[in-house]
């Protein structure tokens, strides 16, 4: 670096590097994402916050190993459809939820389910990238511990194999007691990532995870996020057609319809974005819409 | 210049010129005063002749261990009571609304009305009698109000991110709370803390009436213990002759609040700077 930079003149204002090369672990390539084995089946699903209805009767299965794309403009609902499946709905004053999601066929809004099991099993990423105000280390360690995992040895082992997962090693082995805050957005956002998969969930919920990133973090997150097909069933929202079209297996498309959010059309990936039955469809993956 | 701006800017010096010449006199008056009393022997004797000679030893003691009960009475109270207000109670729900007026008229109340309540609930409803304990008591439920209000504010501006993403990971509420909230609240908590106890330690109303006036050296808490403050109040309208003794005794305890700021503040600052860094 020194070498690279050995120009600097004094006085002008050091431009820091681009973020380092993504670096991926060893990850083992999941099951060929075909057959369609729902892993969450949502049934007339509506959510209402205290003066307005989010959602009205959405009802489409998430399947197994595979990426679920939910597109369409600002405000249609998409993000309260995440929360509805780990429960974090819960959380918001003044939300009711109705209709049934079972995940793996248990109805994750029964009255005892516990909330937290539930969401250890279903991890969410938000837009800005969430880490706490910790080291890298106690990110990773503190929900861990948080579920019974206390042996050192064990807890050095899975943060290890997340950080290589999700080709954060490499960058920050040598400062995992460093703040986490003082990472680049991108490896934030990739730390925030191996945060939920260090709790080995079955399937990620991922609220628009890219569009808080410069373009070349961006990238590399979705690099991260398709190498995840298979392994995990992820639940991605996301703004940005192209990379829907890039990474996911099934996409859905919510409007905004009848002061509620609807889910307009749900299929293959490649059907809703080269034969669309619906025509808000047709209109909004060819930007005429939305 | 337009006229009305330069009378506006003039009006605006005058009255800050007045607030700083107000706190110069004070000061320069307590000082002129006070400083050739004040010695190494006048802080470890005890009073002699009511307080016209003889130094205030037992009145700092006294004062620590009234101001030590009063923390040790509001810290755990107002913190839980602040964490109920924040955390598990909605923000609009009548309960929270409640607890939250009462607190502002609480805030509000004289303090001559919190000694006559200390010493009708403390003294003599607990049996407490005029006491030192009587005394911190009653001073933390003066502080209370202040203590939370900072305290509930402070919890209040922790990022919801944490909350959520807590949540998101399948961590408990009070994990969140232990963990993060509450290092995040931190210096909130401090500041908050910090005035409870300036507040604390410069009131003499509520102390007459539950800590006394006994002037000796208290060997427990159930002792009578004469306050700083009470101390001067005493030689200043009490005593003849006890003018200069009273401020000598001011003195002391101005610089006492002042290092109790000081070391509150760069405590939080030390400990928000270790944690920004290393934690």
């Given amino acids: 670096m ?30 060929p994402c075909c057959t369609p084995e729902p892993v969450l089946s949502v049934n007339s699903l509506s959510l ?8 009205k009767n959405i009802s489409l299965d998430i399947y197994r190993g595979c990426i679920t794309a939910l597109i369409g403009p600002s405000g249609c609902g998409k993000t309260s459809f995440l929360s509805a499946l780990n429960r974090l709905s819960d959380l918001i004053p003044g939300c009711r939820v109705e209709g049934s999601v079972r995940f793996d066929g248990v109805d994750v809004r029964a009255a005892d389910l516990d909330a937290q099991h539930l969401r250890r099993n279903i991890g969410m990423i938000f837009q800005k990238p969430t880490p706490f105000p ?105 703004h940005n057609l ?49 | ?34 400083l050739p009393r004040l010695s190494w022997s006048f802080l470890t004797e005890a009073p002699r002749d009511a307080g016209r000679a003889g130094g205030i030893a037992p009145i700092i003691v006294s004062t620590g261990l009234i101001v030590l009960v009063a923390m040790a009475g509001a810290a755990p109270l107002g913190l839980a009571t602040a964490v109920l207000l924040s955390e598990f109670t909605p923000t609009h729900s009548i309960f929270g609304r409640l607890i939250e007026r009462s607190l502002e008229v609480l805030a509000g109340v004289p303090s001559i009305v919190f000694g006559l309540f ?50 998101a990971l399948g961590m408990s509420r009070s994990a969140a709370l232990l963990h993060l909230l509450l290092p995040a609240a931190a210096p909130a908590l401090i500041a908050g803390l910090m005035l409870g106890i300036a507040r604390a330690a410069a009131e003499t109303a509520a102390l007459i009436f ?14 009578s213990g004469r306050a700083l403050s009470v101390h001067i109040y005493d030689l200043a309208m ?30 939080g600052h030390h400990w928000l700077h270790r944690r920004s860094i290393t934690a």
């Avoid at chain 2, 506006?8 to 706190?23: E, K, Q």
């Fill in chain 2, 1 to 34: 210049m337009n006229y009305k701006n330069v009378l506006a800017t003039s009006l605006i010096w005058l009255a800050a010129l007045l607030v700083f010449g107000v706190f110069v006199w004070l000061l320069a008056d307590i000082l002129t005063h006070g």
């Fill in chain 1, 134 to 238: 910790l080291s890298i280390r106690r990110n990773i360690e503190l929900p861990l511990r948080e579920h019974g995992m206390n042996r050192q040895a064990d807890l050095n082992e899975r943060l290890q194999q997340v950080l290589q997962d999700v080709g954060l090693w490499e960058e920050v082995k040598d400062r995992l007691e460093s703040p986490a805050q003082a990472l680049s957005g991108g490896q934030q956002q990739r730390l925030c990532i191996a945060r939920a998969l260090a709790l080995q969930p079955k399937v990620l919920l991922m609220d628009e995870p890219c569009s808080a990133l410069d373009p070349l973090s961006s990238a590399v997150v979705e690099d991260l996020i398709k190498r995840l097909k298979g392994r995990y069933t992820i639940v991605i929202v996301t």
């Fill in chain 2, 118 to 167: 200390g010493n009708a609930f403390f003294c003599i409803y607990l049996g407490l009698g005029f006491s030192i304990l009587s005394g911190g008591l009653t001073l933390a439920c003066m502080v209370l109000p202040i203590f939370i209000k900072t305290a509930v504010e402070g919890l209040r501006t922790a990022p919801d991110d944490y909350r959520l993403s807590a949540a």
């Fill in chain 1, 2 to 31: 020194t070498t690279f930079f050995s120009d600097n003149v004094e006085g002008r204002e050091e431009i820091s590097p681009p973020e380092q090369a993504y670096t991926l672990g060893p990850l083992q390539a999941g099951p």
């Fill in chain 2, 238 to 267: 009490n005593v003849a002759g006890g003018d200069n003794n009273a401020y000598a005794s001011a003195l002391v305890l101005m610089i006492l609040l002042l290092i109790i700021n000081t070391l509150a503040a760069s405590l």
């Fill in chain 1, 48 to 55: 209402h916050y205290a003066d307005k209805t989010a959602l």
């Fill in chain 1, 242 to 290: 192209a990379q829907a079209r890039r990474i996911a297996n099934y996409a859905g498309l919510f409007w905004m319809q009848e002061q509620g959010g609807r889910l307009i059309e749900f299929g293959r990936c490649q059907q809703i974005f080269d034969a669309p039955v619906h025509h808000l469809t047709a209109a909004y993956v060819n930007g005429q819409r939305g």
């Fill in chain 2, 210 to 223: 539950t800590s006394g006036y006994v002037d000796r050296m208290p060997d427990t808490l159930f002792d």
